[in-house]
């Protein structure tokens, strides 16, 4: 969904970029147990991500939540998985650039007296 780094530059937006993911969650969770309940299944057997790329496609046609919607968000289930032990994390990569801990101007009057640092090799 796109947390994995908060965009916005002030304490007040990051609260309402993080309340606009948990409320986007929330909907898509709404979804997937209306689904489940017109279906009569677990709402843990159907897939978040599926069900979050239907409502986009959904919406951007221009249409709302309807009993044709839910039935398509029901017909795509988890797989079953035993014995499955895996890490639900990503590892974010390091960039081989130094942080910037000056301001822009600082750093763009450092690089041009000395020149661009060297990275590492």
């Known amino acids: 969904m796109g947390m994995e780094a908060l965009h916005c530059l002030t304490p007040e937006m990051n609260e309402k970029e993080l309340w606009v993911h948990l409320l986007a969650y929330n909907l898509i969770r709404l979804l997937m ?11 843990r057997t159907l897939s ?6 239907l409502w986009t496609e959904w919406t951007a046609r221009g249409q709302s939540a309807s009993p044709a919607l839910f039935a398509l968000i029901a017909q795509v ?3 079953k998985r035993p014995n499955r032990i ?12 130094q942080w910037l801990k000056t301001s822009r101007r600082i750093a763009r ?4 007296r000395f020149g661009h ?3 590492p090799k």
């Open 48 to 53: 978040f991500k599926d069900t979050s790329q």
């Open 33 to 43: 147990a209306q689904a489940a309940s017109n279906a009569g299944i677990d709402p």
């Open 77 to 79: 289930k988890v797989g």
């Open 109 to 112: 009057d450092n690089i041009t």
């Open 117 to 119: 640092p060297r990275g």
């Open 86 to 97: 895996e890490p639900r994390q990503h590892k974010r990569r390091p960039k081989p650039f």
